[in-house]
């Protein structure tokens, strides 16, 4: 064990975007651990009622940025911070347009990142998750 | 803003030309280097070369070595790589190549059967000491 590094779970202000807690599933939204933030992959949330939004594409993916935002946030970080992103899809056809959006998230010195397309759960588009500084 | 946060970018860059500008090459955090998802091109001209397994996976390390030594770092600092596959039977065509480039002890590795962008057969990334 490294000395003087702590490992600390992070979570969204909003609850409802604690989707490990909400599933009551055996991980956490994020660990900080030194100067980094690691992030689960996350999903389409509603930050109204809780719920998996599974809209088109682009609106799926438009929410789950936003709520990797706000987790982010919440724990001090930013999404300028970020520096590794997997966006992973259920279909890579949505590659394009999955893109458009996350531009809009990302638009300058945008972090590295890998996306590729493998079954997810629960009819998800994407799953997206990420490793950011803390600080 | 943290300083700690770095960009690493070149001219030729490493996942070649029509390569979407949502990403980075390579971004250095802190005491790390990420390196993005890497797919066979050609680091002169930055078209893909799309071939077998072997030949793909050949290219790719070897841009990303080129693009490690850029970065200020190289393979035997690599701490993990993930390697995405078109097909797991193919695992031991890219096994032949990646033994070829790794140091001994290699990093730490991930290998997933996966579908790829524009058809490609083999992405790899990894993380390295910066």
Redesign the interface.
């Known amino acids: 064990m490294s000395e003087g590094l702590v490992r600390t779970a992070i979570a969204p202000k909003n609850p409802l975007l604690n989707a490990s807690r909400v599933g009551n599933l055996p991980h956490v939204p994020g660990i900080r651990v ?3 933030i690691f992030l689960s992959g996350m999903v389409p949330v509603d930050t109204q009622t809780g719920e998996r939004s599974l809209g088109p594409i682009a609106e799926q993916v438009r929410i789950t940025l936003s709520n990797m935002q706000h987790t982010l946030e919440s724990a001090g970080s930013s999404l ?2 970020v ?3 997997h966006v992973v899809l259920a279909d ?1 056809a949505n ?1 394009t347009e999955m ?1 458009r959006i ?2 809009e998230f ?1 638009r300058v ?10 079954q997810l759960r629960f009819g998800n588009g994407c799953e997206i998750e990420c ?3 803390a ?1 | 803003m943290s300083v700690r946060r770095k960009i690493v970018s070149s001219p030729h860059d490493a996942r070649g030309v029509g390569t979407s500008a949502a990403a980075s090459e390579a971004v250095r955090g802190g005491d790390f280097l990420f390196v993005s998802g890497l797919t066979a091109t050609d680091p002169q001209s930055g078209m893909r070369m799309p071939g077998t397994t072997a030949s793909e996976t050949r290219q790719i390390l070897s841009n990303l070595k080129q693009l490690l030594k850029r970065a200020g770092s190289s393979f035997d600092k690599i701490v993990k790589v993930n390697v995405l596959l078109h097909s797991m039977l193919e695992a031991p065509n890219m096994n032949e190549v990646h033994v070829q480039f790794f140091p001994d002890p290699p990093p730490a590795r991930t290998v997933c059967g996966a579908r790829l962008p524009d058809g490609m057969k083999v992405m790899i990334e990894c993380t390295a000491l910066a």
Do not use: H, K, N, T
């Not at chain 1, 010195?109 to 493998?118: F, H, I, K, L, Y």
């Open positions: 030194g100067e980094y300028e911070r520096v590794r992103v890579i590659l893109d996350y531009r990302f010195d945008p972090p590295a990142r890998m996306v590729w397309s493998m490793v950011a500084l600080a």
